[in-house]
Structures are given as structure tokens and as C-alpha cells.
């Protein structure tokens, strides 16, 4: 990769630069990350104040947004490169960010699980359905409910030993990131 970049279909690179130098993100191909956003917003530790004329409000998926307006689309991007780079520590305000995996590594842990559907309904319909679903999230209601299915994958029988090491590395990235909402009072967003 160069710059945070990655090769992707037909060898192009992804994002452009012209992206890459707004957002700063780090992109993967074709897969699933999960997210929880910090609240430096609402608890008062935003390192800069937000570009002039812009109201901000938390959107459901617990991360921070304008309000509505007839701006720019200058004024936009402005909003963007700050919530991104400068708004707080947290790049793009993303307190943890775990990649799940790549579609085929999502439907492998989904096709193990269905195995026993019955004890993972809430993985198997919001988290696991899509290798590559996005811009959903687990409202922080469900997040206990959530939790017990993670419990319950630490005793799943896998078919082989290298699904049960992926089903591993998942249940401990899904277990952080539900600890991580409730500690903040956020979803975890897809």
C-alpha cells in the first residue's frame, strides 16, 4: 500500500489520493469493519471547535453530524477534514475499529454458525448476514442481548480447528466492541 491506500480490482488504488488526503482513513476491499464512535463530542473534549456556522448533533449510529443546512459544499468538506482530522484525538472520532473480515471470512463464520442458529440470532441476522453490509449498527439496547451470544460462542463446537480460530478472533473483536458501547453509551456501527 502507499499513503494508506490498497490495490483493489484492476489494480487501481483505493481511495484516490484527492480522498485519501481529506478522510485519512485506512480502506480495505470488500469486507466487514465494525466501529464504535467516541463521545469527546458530548462530554466536552473536542481539541477544536467545530468550522464556523456548523451545528453538530449525534446521529444515530452514534457518530457526530451536522445538522441539515443549505451550505456549501465547501462548508461540507470543511465539516468532514475537521470531524476527521482535528475534532478530536480520535481519527474520524472512531474510539475502536475492528475489521471483521473479508466476504468470504464473513460467510464462513456464518455458514458455521447457522450450525446452531437458534443460540445466534442476533449475530447471524445483524452482524454475520452480509460480508460486506454497511452504514447499519447495533442499537445499544441489544448490546446485552449480544453479549450472551458472545458468551455462548466460547463454548461452540466448531467443524474444524481453523474455524474455531476464526471464530475465536471474532468473538474477541465482537466482545470488545460491545464493551467499548456500553462503556460509552454508543452503538456498534457496521
Known amino acids: 500500500t502507499r499513503a494508506g491506500r490498497v490495490s483493489c480490482q484492476f489494480g487501481r488504488l483505493w481511495p484516490p489520493a484527492s480522498v485519501s488526503s481529506i478522510v485519512g482513513r485506512h480502506f480495505t476491499c470488500m469486507g466487514l469493519d465494525a466501529v ?21 448533533r449525534v446521529a444515530p449510529d452514534g457518530s457526530i453530524e451536522r445538522e441539515p443546512d443549505a451550505e456549501s459544499l465547501e462548508a461540507d468538506l470543511a465539516f468532514d477534514q475537521w470531524r476527521e482530522q482535528s475534532a478530536c484525538e480520535h481519527a474520524g472520532g472512531v474510539l475502536l475499529h475492528h475489521y471483521l473480515g473479508n466476504i468470504s471470512l464473513i460467510g464462513s463464520l456464518r455458514s458455521e454458525l447457522q450450525r446452531e442458529a437458534e443460540r445466534f440470532p442476533l449475530l447471524l441476522t445483524r452482524v454475520l448476514y452480509s460480508g460486506t453490509h454497511a452504514g447499519d449498527y447495533l442499537a445499544l439496547d441489544i448490546i446485552p442481548a449480544l453479549q450472551r451470544e458472545l458468551e455462548s460462542l466460547a463454548v461452540f463446537r466448531c467443524s474444524t480447528q481453523e474455524a474455531a480460530g476464526f471464530i475465536a478472533e471474532f468473538r474477541a473483536q465482537m466482545s470488545s466492541l460491545a464493551a467499548t458501547a456500553l462503556s460509552v453509551g454508543k452503538p456498534i456501527t457496521f
Open 36 to 56: 464504535v464512535y467516541c463521545d469527546c463530542c458530548e462530554k466536552g473534549r473536542l481539541l477544536e471547535p467545530p468550522p464556523l456556522g456548523a451545528s453538530l
